[in-house]
Nanobody, 123 residues
Protein backbone atom coordinates (compact mmCIF):
# COMPACT_ATOMS: atom_id res chain seq x y z
CA UNK A 1 0.00 0.00 0.00
CA UNK A 2 1.13 3.53 -0.83
CA UNK A 3 -0.30 6.68 0.71
CA UNK A 4 0.13 10.06 -0.95
CA UNK A 5 -0.70 13.48 0.46
CA UNK A 6 -0.43 16.65 -1.61
CA UNK A 7 -0.05 20.17 -0.31
CA UNK A 8 0.89 23.61 -1.58
CA UNK A 9 -2.01 24.50 -3.83
CA UNK A 10 -3.67 27.86 -3.75
CA UNK A 11 -4.55 31.01 -5.64
CA UNK A 12 -1.84 32.78 -7.59
CA UNK A 13 -1.72 35.49 -10.23
CA UNK A 14 -0.69 34.73 -13.77
CA UNK A 15 3.08 34.75 -14.06
CA UNK A 16 3.51 33.67 -10.48
CA UNK A 17 4.83 30.48 -8.95
CA UNK A 18 3.71 27.69 -6.67
CA UNK A 19 5.46 24.66 -5.28
CA UNK A 20 3.42 21.53 -4.70
CA UNK A 21 4.58 18.79 -2.37
CA UNK A 22 3.64 15.14 -2.26
CA UNK A 23 4.51 13.20 0.87
CA UNK A 24 4.60 9.47 0.23
CA UNK A 25 4.42 6.68 2.77
CA UNK A 26 4.02 2.94 2.75
CA UNK A 27 5.56 0.79 0.06
CA UNK A 28 6.83 3.62 -2.10
CA UNK A 29 9.95 1.63 -2.89
CA UNK A 30 7.84 -0.83 -4.82
CA UNK A 31 6.68 1.73 -7.37
CA UNK A 32 8.42 2.69 -10.59
CA UNK A 33 7.62 6.37 -10.77
CA UNK A 34 5.80 9.29 -9.24
CA UNK A 35 3.74 11.63 -11.31
CA UNK A 36 1.77 14.81 -11.20
CA UNK A 37 -1.49 14.91 -13.11
CA UNK A 38 -4.20 17.53 -13.25
CA UNK A 39 -7.87 17.81 -14.00
CA UNK A 40 -9.78 20.93 -14.92
CA UNK A 41 -13.59 21.06 -14.77
CA UNK A 42 -15.15 19.24 -17.70
CA UNK A 43 -11.81 17.90 -18.92
CA UNK A 44 -10.02 14.60 -18.75
CA UNK A 45 -7.31 14.07 -16.19
CA UNK A 46 -4.05 14.78 -17.95
CA UNK A 47 -0.41 14.05 -17.38
CA UNK A 48 1.82 16.89 -16.22
CA UNK A 49 5.16 15.48 -15.07
CA UNK A 50 6.76 12.30 -13.78
CA UNK A 51 9.92 11.19 -12.03
CA UNK A 52 11.41 7.71 -12.12
CA UNK A 53 12.61 6.67 -8.70
CA UNK A 54 15.65 4.63 -9.59
CA UNK A 55 17.58 7.32 -11.42
CA UNK A 56 15.60 10.53 -10.91
CA UNK A 57 14.93 11.00 -14.60
CA UNK A 58 11.98 13.19 -15.49
CA UNK A 59 9.51 13.83 -18.26
CA UNK A 60 6.96 16.55 -18.89
CA UNK A 61 3.89 17.34 -20.85
CA UNK A 62 4.61 19.72 -23.71
CA UNK A 63 2.25 22.27 -22.20
CA UNK A 64 4.40 22.71 -19.09
CA UNK A 65 7.87 22.02 -20.41
CA UNK A 66 10.25 24.80 -19.46
CA UNK A 67 7.89 26.14 -16.80
CA UNK A 68 7.39 23.25 -14.40
CA UNK A 69 9.96 20.99 -12.80
CA UNK A 70 9.56 17.82 -10.78
CA UNK A 71 12.08 16.82 -8.14
CA UNK A 72 12.45 14.51 -5.19
CA UNK A 73 13.80 14.35 -1.66
CA UNK A 74 14.59 10.71 -1.04
CA UNK A 75 15.21 11.18 2.68
CA UNK A 76 11.72 12.59 3.12
CA UNK A 77 10.12 10.38 0.49
CA UNK A 78 8.67 13.53 -0.99
CA UNK A 79 8.17 14.67 -4.56
CA UNK A 80 7.76 18.30 -5.55
CA UNK A 81 6.33 20.15 -8.48
CA UNK A 82 7.75 23.62 -8.93
CA UNK A 83 5.41 25.63 -11.14
CA UNK A 84 6.68 28.88 -12.61
CA UNK A 85 5.22 31.33 -15.11
CA UNK A 86 1.76 30.09 -14.29
CA UNK A 87 -1.05 30.67 -16.75
CA UNK A 88 -4.82 30.67 -16.24
CA UNK A 89 -5.01 27.47 -18.26
CA UNK A 90 -2.94 25.77 -15.55
CA UNK A 91 -5.94 26.06 -13.24
CA UNK A 92 -6.91 22.56 -12.14
CA UNK A 93 -6.90 20.09 -9.32
CA UNK A 94 -3.41 18.65 -9.20
CA UNK A 95 -2.93 15.06 -8.12
CA UNK A 96 0.15 13.24 -6.99
CA UNK A 97 0.22 9.64 -8.13
CA UNK A 98 2.46 6.58 -8.15
CA UNK A 99 2.69 3.82 -10.69
CA UNK A 100 4.30 0.48 -11.34
CA UNK A 101 3.88 1.11 -15.05
CA UNK A 102 6.14 2.56 -17.72
CA UNK A 103 3.17 4.30 -19.34
CA UNK A 104 3.78 7.51 -17.46
CA UNK A 105 1.81 9.81 -19.75
CA UNK A 106 -1.40 7.86 -19.28
CA UNK A 107 -3.53 8.68 -16.25
CA UNK A 108 -5.02 5.19 -16.14
CA UNK A 109 -1.54 3.75 -15.65
CA UNK A 110 -1.23 5.17 -12.15
CA UNK A 111 -2.01 2.86 -9.25
CA UNK A 112 -2.08 5.19 -6.25
CA UNK A 113 -3.47 8.68 -5.92
CA UNK A 114 -3.45 11.53 -3.49
CA UNK A 115 -6.52 13.56 -2.63
CA UNK A 116 -5.66 16.43 -4.94
CA UNK A 117 -4.88 20.07 -4.32
CA UNK A 118 -6.52 22.99 -6.08
CA UNK A 119 -4.39 25.38 -8.10
CA UNK A 120 -6.13 28.50 -9.35
CA UNK A 121 -4.34 31.01 -11.57
CA UNK A 122 -6.02 34.37 -12.01
CA UNK A 123 -5.55 36.71 -14.96
Amino acid sequence: QVQLVESGGGLVQAGGSLRLSCAASGRTFSTYAMGWLRQAPGKEREFVAALIWYDGSTLYADSVKGRFSISRDNAKSTVYLQMNSLKPEDTAVYYCAATHSRGLRVAASYDYWGQGTQVTVSS
